[in-house]
Nanobody, 123 residues
Framework: VQLQASGGGLVQAGDSLRLSCQAS????????MGWFRQAPGKEREFVAA????????DYENSVKGRFTISRDHAKNTVALQMNSLEPEDSAVYYC?????????????????WGQGTLVTVSS
């Protein structure tokens, strides 16, 4: 398994969750990383991305100011800190490793995908 996401769960609106994704070093070290999500009946959408160094990030508009993406090269992990969660954030969240080293916001720019972790936010 090259990407393993964890940390999902059932929380109430306003709560926080921290998702983590363990990656193999081969696809992590020099690659941008990202998080996407897919709610039932909807297409997969971009959530957040970070470049290989961790210096540059980008976020989907609805999560700006609430979510923070970060990466730890020593542990080969990428995290998504989610604060002030809303019911609309409920989805399966996927981590992914990009084809390039930069910030990538489109799904086609990612070569490797994790299995997903479910986040459910109750109102």
């Amino acid at each position: 398994v090259q990407l393993q996401a964890s940390g999902g769960g059932l929380v109430q609106a306003g709560d926080s969750l921290r998702l983590s994704c363990q990656a193999s070093k081969r696809i992590f070290s020099n690659n941008g990383m990202g998080w996407f999500r897919q709610a039932p009946g909807k297409e997969r959408e971009f959530v957040a991305a970070i470049n290989w160094r961790g210096a540059d990030t980008d976020y989907e508009n609805s999560v700006k100011g609430r979510f923070t993406i970060s990466r730890d090269h020593a542990k080969n992990t990428v995290a998504l800190q989610m604060n002030s969660l809303e019911p609309e954030d409920s989805a399966v969240y996927y981590c992914a490793a990009a084809r390039s080293s930069g910030v990538t916001t489109t799904a086609s720019g990612y070569a490797y995908w994790g299995q997903g972790t479910l986040v459910t936010v109750s109102s």
